[in-house]
């Protein structure tokens, strides 16, 4: 299946949503040694650090509060968000006493995400746009009558930089219809950028899990889709991935 076949229908008058959660608890073990004084969130790349550049791209697309998530070095990065946040509002999710993953951080957050559908991005997910705003894309594809949750990938072969083995599989409309198998390979790889509604955020186990239990609970009800960017996408998951992704940038 390839990208043209998917079908989401994009509604003009989408509303990008208020809030985004901004993920930087992470420990950056494969970062290292960048990441034994600074958390990866600060480790810059094409001249400014990761977490700046998710910044740009919620002022654009007119977010304006960030709820960020922090537990390794975080009063360094807590020092930098309240210097750079540039207009957004910035409340953190303090997890200092317990890294509690990507599940566990939606679960402590969701009393400060609202009642909502909001964004949910990956510190380290460096993305730039095609032809459309990737966030506002987002927006105009959600139907809250179908969805719970509605994740920004790219496929397999535009995956720069990427190591796995791809994520998803979707059908000809978008919906997502499975995780990849075991030593199979999956079409669609998920690029850290979702739009989620907190309904989803239930009936969760205390302490750290992954966001994985909400998707496949999504999945399992027909309502998890993905949606296709058309730009790039980087994984800048080790020190070498930094070059290769600034040297393709600088190409234009």
Request: glycine fraction near 10%.
């Amino acid at each position: 299946m390839t990208a043209r076949t998917l079908a989401i229908r994009p509604d003009p008058g989408g509303v990008v949503p208020d809030t985004a959660m901004v993920m930087a608890a992470g420990l950056g073990k494969r970062m290292r040694p960048l990441t034994a004084t600074r958390p990866k969130p600060l480790v810059p790349v094409a001249g400014k650090p990761l977490i700046d550049h998710v910044f740009d791209h919620l002022r654009s697309a007119g977010v304006r509060r960030a709820v960020v998530n922090v537990h390794y070095l975080a009063d360094a990065l807590e020092a930098h968000l309240h210097a750079r946040a540039g207009g957004i509002e910035v409340t953190v999710s303090d997890e200092r006493a317990q890294l509690l993953e990507t599940g566990g951080g939606l679960v402590k957050a969701k009393p400060l995400l609202g009642d909502a559908p909001f964004l949910c991005i990956n510190s380290d997910s460096l993305w730039v746009d095609g032809p459309t705003d990737a966030i506002r894309a987002l927006a105009r594809a959600w139907d809250d009558a179908r969805m719970d949750v509605l994740l920004l990938m790219v496929p397999f072969a535009r995956a720069h930089g990427y190591r796995g083995r791809g994520d998803f599989h979707l059908d000809a409309l978008g919906r997502i219809t499975g995780r990849r198998r075991p030593g199979r390979l999956a079409p669609f790889v998920f690029i850290g950028v979702q739009m989620i509604h907190p309904r989803l955020i239930v009936d969760a186990p205390e302490g750290p899990f992954s966001t994985n239990l909400f998707w496949e609970r999504a999945i399992a009800a027909g309502r998890a889709w993905g949606l296709v960017h058309t730009g790039l996408w980087f994984e800048v998951g080790d020190p070498a991935a930094i070059g290769q992704t600034e040297a393709i940038l600088a190409d234009g």
